[in-house]
């Protein structure tokens, strides 16, 4: 389950459709980049101009307009409309790379011309740090990034080799390939609670609503805020449609022998290494499944 969907959408009547306000932004930051601007000078333009990142918070950093510009859901799928064409997404990426390239980048294990998959889902089950790879010996090898933290060993969580990796990966995926309907079992929906800043306001609007006269213009912004906290806070729930994706791509798939990045940038959406020498894997459904290493 993802708790919220990326900026320059929304969910309207169940559906995902584009933001009309933030997909501008959206565009303006692909347009802006392509233009010659760093991600730095545009999120420094975004803050100038009060624009609201997702938090509803004007603040902005040169790393979330990078993962914006890096964001292929963007290009569209079977669930989120296209807001950005493949050609602009394309260009964009090129120019990312050889921006890299010029500041003698491309050669950094960790850098974002070289990053993978793992990269992004590997997770320190004994502190919550990512993992990252590192060379060791003429050998690369994934280990918390914590591991040395100011010269000191910090986290002392397993290193694991890329091999071993895919063979953890290959052994949940076919489990999974075996026993489709166990997929199903951990979805169920979730009833979403009121915070406590909507709970306050729904309160103050509610009193100011008994006065013998009140500000009508006040309880709009007010109810507006409200809202506006509800929506935030909304957990979106995209399991069932990711749980009827995942199946699709299994169906009648035999048993994996190799490993196969298209499929695993497809189906999980964590890996959490835990140190007692498992990893377990977190389907973009919300199931589990664990392999030992």
């Known amino acids: 389950m993802q708790n919220h969907i990326p900026f320059g ?3 309207i009547n169940g559906k995902c459709k584009i933001h ?12 802006d980049y392509l233009s010659g601007a760093s991600t730095n000078q545009i999120a420094k333009n975004l803050m100038s101009e009060g624009v609201l990142n997702s938090e509803q918070k004007t603040l902005w950093y040169h790393g979330t307009v990078g993962r914006i510009l890096e964001n292929k859901k963007y ?3 079977d669930f989120y409309p296209e807001i950005i064409d493949k050609d602009t997404f394309d260009r964009a990426q090129k120019l990312r790379v050889c921006k890299a390239e010029r500041l003698g980048r491309e050669k950094q294990p960790n850098s974002f011309v070289n990053k993978s998959i793992w990269n992004h889902i590997l997770v320190c089950g004994q502190c919550g740090q990512q993992y990252r790879k590192y060379i060791r010996k003429n050998e690369e090898i ?5 591991y040395i933290y100011k010269n000191k060993v910090c986290c002392k969580n397993l ?3 890329e091999e071993q990796l895919q063979h953890a990966f290959i052994t949940v995926i076919n489990k999974v390939i075996q026993f489709p309907d166990e ?10 609670k009121e915070s406590v800043v909507e709970k306050n306001l729904t309160l103050k609007i509610q009193r100011m609503l008994k006065e013998s006269y009140c500000d009508i213009n006040n309880i709009k912004e007010l109810t507006y805020q409200r809202a506006a906290e509800r929506y935030k806070n909304t957990a979106f729930d995209e399991r069932m449609f990711q749980t009827e994706k995942i199946l ?3 169906n009648r798939m035999p048993i994996q022998s190799e490993f196969s990045l298209n499929l695993l940038e497809n189906t999980i959406k964590m890996a959490v290494i835990q140190k007692e020498g498992r990893v377990e894997f977190y389907f973009k459904n919300g199931s589990v499944k664990i392999a030992k290493i």
């Open 9 to 11: 959408y929304c969910i």
């Open 20 to 31: 009309n306000e933030s997909g501008k932004i959206v565009h303006k930051i692909f347009e």
């Open 75 to 77: 290009l569209g799928d």
């Open 142 to 146: 994934w280990k918390c990034k914590h």
């Open 159 to 161: 290193y694991l080799s």
């Open 183 to 192: 997929l199903k079992e951990s979805i169920e929906n979730k009833t979403v």
């Open 248 to 250: 699709n791509i299994i």
